[in-house]
């Protein structure tokens, strides 16, 4: 099964306020207090418009009463020919999905019962799409359709488990989906709606909102309205499977999770076969004929008794049938449930609870709802439990609607511990995968703003160090030094840059121009921001054509890698980050080329077939050809329609001007118009020349030398004409263990020379085995290559379709499996068979510049940020989503040698002999800690060339010396721990 969820769009979703479905963007209407408010007169106070205050009728910022701080507005209809009314615009205009809060009591000053509409209406008019109103002493209804006015569901006033009162203040929350034709009307922080509607006449958008009391002849009809009670439910975590806190295999034990029944073939393990949220799940597997395996977890340790819990479950394709499953919510410290929820055959979801937690309580066909259930995709669930209260609302895949509902008084709504099995007692064959829900929660920063995705890893006393620009230079730090490289923030660098070892890196900023940078041997992370190269930089433009003139590895030649990142040699836990990079303009060839020569003339003398290309090339100059096969490389010509590789054999060395050569097109079909006897003239030839050693240029590499941990990419953009991204894990040795790639976009670019034996996307390797028989446990290497892709874009050569572009590409196999891209029916994206573990797909951009297609990106690259935000010179980090940057909490100074004891140094040391390195352990990431020291002896402290050394000051006295590590946060003189330890000097 692949990940084919609808894709995530850069809507923000807030969190769950009064309405507990899937939450929607919230449409504000905020509080009416001093000083945005004033006392008295409505209209023209922060956008809101009144209407028809006649004979005693007012429309009024009030004192009176409030749902919320001491003020709200009072809408009394004493007019007998007309009804007061208050609007506002929304922000933005029309919103076509949202959640509108509000509050309501009716006046107390009044001699009866105060009836209240709220209309919903486009931007500019007081026509309504739909409207909530209450329309009687006992009634509240919505209406709709066409006009806005046919009635679509009523409720009875005593609805619900908190009924409305007239005298009271009601909040409601009103959720609306035009794309799915859906409305849901809360009351008092209810779980189950009160109105519902399904209408597809109605027009579910949402510009004006338009409050007013009473009807046209109606006279002493008061009403209060505010701003909604905010109702946030308990959240009740499951979170995903991801590393670091989790291994991909056996689930037992790990992050609190039991396991049982893992009879015969049973599994539970973390899988990275398929994933909702990240690139793991977990996978539930019954295969045992006499019991289903169970997997459990107590999130706080306590029974809650009202919140809501949130999963995701897709079934596993390759089983035989379909794969029914149940998640039971128990108390803690038990397996009984309270109440259960479970795909119970192929057309059934069904709720249980009642004393025992298997009654029947509700059903549903799986089929129900505007986003129905599907056994090929992933399905999101939302359950919204109220012990108090007895109810229970059961959502899916973002219906606004509840699938499953209750209000049994004999059910016990907590729970205390969820668990999840597939299968039953004698089933086998059975399988489903289980994962975090994205849907509904609140969207995290990176999504909706131009903050990133990673923060920077904490750094202990970094090291600084600012390359020179313009030589090849190289540095190597220790494996445990924590380590900023500060590029010149002004000045385009012209030398290659190397950075070997470090702990944990930082480089932020700079434009490496036409140079790479060579990042190996970090042992912890290795995290880069805002860096930019262009290759093309310089190069000639001829006939429209940038061309490389110098020979591969040749003076002045620009064919280089981009960044190539290598691990250590035996294998590390390094993780690297790439934010908000740029790096284009890479160029050259799959096999080393000379330098390039002025073409005289080329001339299509023959077109074969549809596939091949006869022509007579005549050079500027003589060139020689060695015997055998020979490739030769033409563009720039002012028929660009002649551009490509050409080959000829020769039967002994050969010197000339003049070449008749054939062109096969392995990857299009010949060019559209070209004729026999077309000519180009001008332009460059460029010879292979298999005496220079092969050079591959990639936007970004790592396939060599040493291994290391995951990658992860976010608002990358990479242009090459050979290979924007090659990623591999090697027998686990050489490459990389998993990948991680958001919003990158890629694309060919039209430097010269260039061929077409390379993908722009490499993923693996293509000489790994896959034992049969194929189950999900296999992996690439020994531990596995997990890849993981949302909103990745690649514009591939023209004529050529995307899974000819992409490794493994179309028709590949291992030992026989179909292991290649799979191109979807439009053409438009390509996805891998299940067994390669990579979820996701990679899809086409239609741009010529290879610009996204995620709305909002259209016209510009991911890295493309704005101002200082670009990456390159006088770069400024945008900042860091608030769920990236983690605080700081400084656990222990600890140092080498141990602190804990005494250490011993001899009282003939010399001035700045070590005495212990100092460490911290810490959590949390994008902070800097600080170190200092306390000696009252005056004979220690710590080396000003290294702040993690503590080093001799002074000539030493014997003694045994008490001094005082202090830790703490750069910034925040709060956040500081110390360790006091023993120097004994004899």
Known sequence: MKKRLRAITPILLLLYLTSPGWAQDLIPF???????????????????????????????????????????????DDDSTNSPKAWKEVAGGNALSGTFNFSVSESQATTSRDYWSVLFCSSGTNSPNFKLALINATTLAIYGGTSGYTLLDTANTSTGANPYSALSWNSFSVVFDESSNEVAVYMNGGVIPILTSSDTATNWALGRYLFTAGWS??????????????????????????????????????????????????????????????????????????????????????NVTSGKFQFAIGED????GRDYWSVLFCDTGSNAPNFKLGLTNATTLALYGGTSGYTLLDSTNTNTGSNAYNPLFWNSFRIVFNENSNEIAVYMNEGIIPILTSTDAATDWSIGRYLFTTGWSSATDVGAYFDASNVGAQSPEWETTEKLRYAPPTLIEPTTWSPPTNSWT???????????????????????????????????GGD????????????????????????SITLPTINGVPVELNATRGPGHTEIDGIQVQGETQGSDTNVYV?????????????????????????????????????????????????GNNHLIVAA????????????????????????????????????????GDIGTGGYLWQFDSSIPDLHPDSFQTMAEGMYNYAYFYRVTMGSNLQCFIGRNTANTKGMRGLEMTRVNMSTNNIWPQDY???????????????????????????????????????????????????????????????????????????????????????????????????GYTNRDYADLSGAHAPGLNYTSPGYSSDAIQSLSLNEVTGTPSLTGTINISNGASIGTLVTRLDVDFTGNGHIVELSLTDSSGQFELDPNNKRNVVTKTSLANGTYQVTATAMQSGNNANQITRQFSINVQ
């Open 474 to 508: 190289t540095v190597q730090f220790d494996d445990d030094e924590d380590v900023i490289v500060q590029i010149s923030p002004t000045q385009l660098r012209t030398g290659n840059l190397g950075v070997f070892g470090g702990r944990r890196v930082r480089i932020i």
């Open 579 to 627: 934010q908000n990079c740029s790096i284009k303009g890479i160029h050259g060839t799959s096999k080393a080329h000379a330098a390039a020569v002025s073409l005289t003339s080329v001339e299509c003398t023959a077109i074969p077939s549809s596939t091949h290309i006869n022509v007579r090339i005549t050079t500027s100059i003589p060139i020689t050809l060695p015997a």
């Open 217 to 302: 002849s109606s006279t002493d009809i008061g009403v209060f309205f505010d701003e909604a009670t905010s109702n946030t439910a308990t959240q009740i975590a499951f979170s995903n499977f991801e590393a670091p806190g989790h291994t991909l295999g056996n689930l037992d034990g790990q992050d609190n999770w039991t396991t049982q029944s893992i009879n015969q073939n049973s599994k539970i393990e973390v899988s990275a076969y398929e994933s909702n949220s990240g690139v793991w799940s977990m996978y539930v597997f019954d295969d045992d004929t006499t019991n289903s395996p169970k997997a459990w977890k107590e999130p706080t340790g306590s």
């Open 317 to 320: 394709q390759n089983t035989a």
């Open 512 to 535: 490496l121009g036409k140079t790479y940078l060579a990042a190996r041997e970090q042992t912890k992370t290795l995290y880069l921001e805002g860096l930019k190269a262009d290759h």
């Open 757 to 855: 034996a390379s993908q722009s996307l490499h993923l693996g390797d293509s000489d790994q085995s896959l034992p049969l028989p194929v189950d999900p446990a296999v992996k690439w290497g020994s531990d596995g290559f997990a890849v993981s892709l949302d909103r990745v874009y690649l514009k591939q050569r023209d004529g050529r379709k995307l899974d000819e572009a992409v490794h493994p590409a179309k028709n590949h196999t291992r030992d026989g499996v179909a292991a290649g891209a799979i191109l979807a029916t439009d053409e438009l994206s390509v996805s891998w068979p299940a067994m390669m573990q990579i979820t996701g797909v990679v899809s086409e951009s239609a741009s010529t510049n290879g610009y996204p297609e995620e709305p």
């Open 30 to 76: 905020t509080s009416f207090e001093s000083p945005d408010y004033s006392l008295g007169n409505l209209n023209g106070q922060n956008g809101w418009t009144s209407q028809n205050l006649n004979q005693n009728s007012e429309i009024t910022v009030s004192n009176a009463t409030s749902n919320i701080g001491s003020q709200s507005i009072y809408i009394l």
């Open 637 to 676: 010509t002012t028929k660009p329609e002649l551009q490509g590789t050409y080959e000829i054999t020769v039967a002994s060395t050969t010197t000339g001007t003049v070449f008749n050569c054939t062109k096969v097109n392995f990857w299009h079909q010949n060019p559209a118009g070209l004729s026999v």
